[in-house]
């Protein structure tokens, strides 16, 4: 990976460890005082336990559609993926190079030869994570929800180019 000063640095070995590593203007680490709102929210969203499994009880009860997608899923392993896919997503709105090979992954795994997602479900996907965010981030406001829209929307839109 190529930072701004030209020096080689390795690649993170997991999202987590790559958003710590997002360097401001090329002047070093953000710190986790320093996480801008986004990564905040998700974070206190994760300091309750109920919050991924919120995002799919509002999911899953959006459409038949989306509920029948999910009929032979495990969840145990799902809410895990999606955890750390929430991250990639925002990673990706900063710096679409870091990310890429994970995130055609994702787009693979929901595209005509995967689950087949229309594009018309991301909305309702969108709708529940902001939902679930509202209920679970106790600092959450409306520019809150607008910043989480905005920082998944470049991620949605990647995907769904690739179906
Ligand atoms: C940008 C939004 C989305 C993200 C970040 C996301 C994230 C993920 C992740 C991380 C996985 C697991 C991938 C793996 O096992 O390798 C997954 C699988 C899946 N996603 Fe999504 N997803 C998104 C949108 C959607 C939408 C809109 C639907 C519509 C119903 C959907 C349906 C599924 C299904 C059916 C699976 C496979 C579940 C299984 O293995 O049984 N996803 N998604």
Redesign the pocket.
Known sequence: MLCDNNEVRPRPQTVALAINGITRNGVGPVLPSELDAVTSSYHRCLSSEKFIDTFYKFFLAKSEE?AQ??I??DFDH?KL??RE??LM?VMFSRDPVGVRDEMAK?AK??DRTG?D?PAR??AL?LDSLCEAVQEHDPEFSEDVGHKWRAA?EP??DF?ISKH
């Open positions: 989306v997608k999910f032979a899923t799902q993926m999606l896919s929430l997503m994702l795994r929901h689950v997602i479900l991301y996907w998944m991620g949605i995907i």
